[in-house]
């Protein structure tokens, strides 16, 4: 009886490992040139707090690859190089920046980076004056203040 009680959770979690969400290959090769812009500082912040989400430069960590934790880590990988790449500024028209400067007012004091991500990665935590300096750079990009 006590065997089956540990092995059927084992056996469901082994099959689990069958279920692995794909992230989309990075490009062979990654044009520096589309990176984003901005002063040292702040790009220092966004590669800190913001690049394993919103960049090709993603550090997955080791139970980012054990299920479930994986579905919940490799989905916000992917959905985050959606709604922003910052290896892929180049490619993105005027609206697309406009709305991702929009974005980063509206989410860095609370929304981004994720909170479940920062339990894990203390050292993406942001204090509220580098928060502050974000989103004053961020807002001296937008064209028509709201
Ligand atoms: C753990 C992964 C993760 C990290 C780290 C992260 N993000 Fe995100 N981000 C996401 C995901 C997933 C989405 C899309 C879903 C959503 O909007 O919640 C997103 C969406 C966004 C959006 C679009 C939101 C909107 O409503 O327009 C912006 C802007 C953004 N992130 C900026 C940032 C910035 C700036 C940082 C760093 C300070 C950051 N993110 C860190 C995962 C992350």
Not at 20 to 38: C, G, M
Not at 63 to 89: M, T
Not at 107 to 120: G, S
Request: one cysteine or more; glycine letters at 2%.
């Amino acid at each position: 009886m006590l065997k089956h009680l540990i092995l059927w959770p084992l056996a469901a979690f082994a099959l689990l490992q069958l279920i692995q969400i794909k992230i989309p290959d990075a490009p062979a090769k990654i044009d520096p040139a589309k990176e984003i812009k901005a002063p040292a500082d702040i790009k220092a912040l966004l590669k800190r707090s913001c690049y394993d989400c919103h960049s090709y430069r993603t550090d997955i960590p080791w139970y980012g690859h054990i299920a479930p934790f994986s579905f919940e880590v490799k989905s916000h990988i992917k959905e985050g190089r959606l709604a922003v790449n910052f290896q892929e500024w180049g490619n993105y028209d005027e609206e697309k920046k406009q709305r991702v400067y929009h974005g980063i007012v509206k989410t860095i004091d609370w929304r981004m980076p994720l909170p479940m991500y920062l339990d894990a990665h203390p050292e993406a935590k942001l204090t509220d004056k580098e928060r502050a300096k974000i989103k004053a750079w961020a807002k001296s990009h937008i064209k028509e203040q709201e």
